[in-house]
């Protein structure tokens, strides 16, 4: 192992670089304009990775191909470091090689006269700043998904005194009431568990976000769960005169997931389905299964959504434009929630749809997740 190394600088740099004359270079530009680096240089891939064991560096600068092998065989070791690639061969494959490699944050291409050298000091202090302010991104949402959690915590104990409130009134523990003031206290009881899911929503995304969440795998009929979750939401329906129908070829069917979170996400789809369906609307569900999966369609004939939002709809920073036609809005988290609860499951959601002919959304479901341990139990 070849290490050559000068003290006392501010930046901690590592080049891997097997060609004498390169690395004799970088030492030269490194001396001659003093710039503030403690580097270390290593002719190749197996004395880098000796020295990134021990040692953490503020950036690699990192040849593509050396003796020893290729670059791409230090993504683990470097993940939490910039790297920047540099290589004789300049082309765009290889490019895109790097960045699914994990291992890529700045690209340059060696030159005979190698005046790339020159560039190799303004991409070091732009990767290092780069890394800084994506340092104090990662705390600020540290930081944020702490305080969401504190709130949605102390907004529970309240919410769950009017629940009790209102479902004690609903049932005549404190008397009689009267059929308006029974409808008045339905109408509180139904925004009360809106505001449940609201608060839940932003939990969960805080959770998942964190890498927090966990997935408990358990088989459970996927028919009678989803005849449960039509019969909670029956209200909702009845407020519009919504005919909602349930595909009657459907029988028995188990599948092996998280009750809980698959619950959540056919809730959200049937309940955003039921928001965005004009009165005396129609909202079809149907469960169709294959040899590998199982998909629960969606189909309502509402306000729908242009081709060009689709993609907006799964993301929690971006309210979708609103549509033609009378519609409620919420807080755009459920489906960016239920599409990361999806995934998770190994499976996947595609939505469908046209401006003033309803939309499709289809949740796919794999027979036999691949997460699934024996103890039914998933750290994600």
Do not use: W
Request: hydrophobic content about 40%.
């Amino acid at each position: 192992m070849e290490l050559e190394t000068a003290q006392n600088k501010r930046h901690k740099i590592l080049l891997v670089e097997d060609n004498e004359i390169d690395r004799t270079a970088f030492i030269r530009l490194v001396e001659e304009k003093k710039l503030p680096y403690d580097y270390t240089v290593a002719k190749g891939l197996t004395d880098s990775m000796d020295i990134l064991n021990d040692k953490k560096y503020d950036v690699v600068v990192l040849n593509y191909i050396l003796d020893d092998g290729i670059a791409f065989g230090l993504p683990e070791l470097t993940k939490d470091t910039p790297v920047i690639m540099i290589t004789g061969v300049g082309d765009e494959e290889i490019a895109a090689k790097a960045v699914k490699a994990g291992i890529y944050d700045y690209y340059l291409v060696k030159d005979i006269n190698r005046s790339y050298l020159n560039i190799i000091p303004a991409a070091i202090e732009k990767v290092i700043e780069r890394k800084k302010t994506m340092d104090k991104l990662q705390e600020f949402n540290v930081l944020k998904n702490e305080f969401i959690a504190n709130v949605s915590h102390e907004l529970r104990t309240p919410l769950t005194i009017f629940k009790y409130v209102i479902s004690n009134a609903l049932a005549g523990v404190n008397g009689p009431i009267s059929p308006s003031l029974r409808q008045k206290l339905e109408i509180a009881d139904e925004a009360v568990k809106r505001l449940a899911r609201v608060i839940n929503n932003f939990n969960d995304i805080s959770e998942i976000e964190a890498g927090n969440l966990v997935l408990r795998f358990t088989e459970f009929d996927l028919k009678s769960e989803i005849i449960r979750i039509l019969n909670s939401l029956l209200p909702l329906t009845k407020e519009k005169n919504i005919e909602l129908k349930l595909n009657p070829s459907i029988c028995d069917l188990p599948i092996n997931a998280d009750c809980k979170r698959i619950s959540q996400v056919l809730t959200e789809i049937i309940d955003n389905a039921i928001k965005f369906t004009k009165q005396n609307g129609h909202i079809n569900i149907s469960v169709q299964k294959t040899d590998s999966e199982v998909y629960i369609e969606v189909n309502n004939d509402g306000v729908g959504v242009d081709v060009s939002e689709i993609e907006n709809i799964f993301d929690r920073f971006v309210k979708v434009k609103k549509t033609t036609g009378a519609a409620e809005h919420g807080t755009e988290l459920g489906f960016s929630i239920a599409k990361k609860l999806v995934e998770m499951h190994d499976g996947r959601i595609e939505v469908q749809g046209r401006p003033d002919h309803g939309t499709n959304v289809t949740v796919f479901l794999p027979l036999d997740p691949k997460y699934v341990s024996e103890s039914e139990t998933v750290m994600v």
